[in-house]
């Protein structure tokens, strides 16, 4: 399996994104879809997830009411629509993938796949 992410760039404060993670390969097992951010000098942070199944969404305090996780298992992407960004969601942002629930969403160990990740950065 491989993730590719796309749709990061240099926006200002209150602005707006998608970012689009591309999955290639095939696995029979996948359990959700998620991202991660990662912001200089900081440790990763999970911000959201998809149960790949049933499709229900999951996010962080820092970015619920702003951000939108959603699948397409047709195309097998997965996006993450980011609104009302903030200079503090500046972060490289990854995409990830869990073939089966480990019990926490936020641990990066629940995630088996992970992307190169993209750059976003928000200015004042």
């Known amino acids: 399996v491989q993730l590719e992410e796309s749709g990061g760039g240099a926006v200002q404060a209150g602005d707006s994104l998608r970012l689009t993670c591309v999955v290639t390969?095939?696995?029979?097992?996948?359990?959700?879809m998620g991202w991660f951010r990662q912001a200089p000098g900081s440790e990763r942070e999970w911000i959201a997830a998809?149960?790949?199944?049933?499709?229900?969404?999951y996010y962080s305090n820092s970015v619920q009411g702003r951000f939108i996780i959603s699948r397409d298992s047709t195309k097998n992407t997965v996006d993450l629509q980011m609104n009302s960004l903030k200079p503090e969601d500046t972060a490289d942002y990854f995409c990830?993938?869990?073939?089966?629930?480990?019990?926490?969403?936020?641990?990066?160990?629940?995630?088996?796949?992970w992307g190169q990740g993209t750059q976003v950065t928000v200015s004042p």
């Open positions: 390969g095939t696995t029979a097992d996948r359990h959700a």
């Open positions: 990830v993938h869990a073939s089966y629930y480990k019990g926490a969403y936020r641990l990066p160990e629940h995630w088996d796949y």
């Open positions: 998809i149960n790949w199944g049933h499709g229900g969404t």
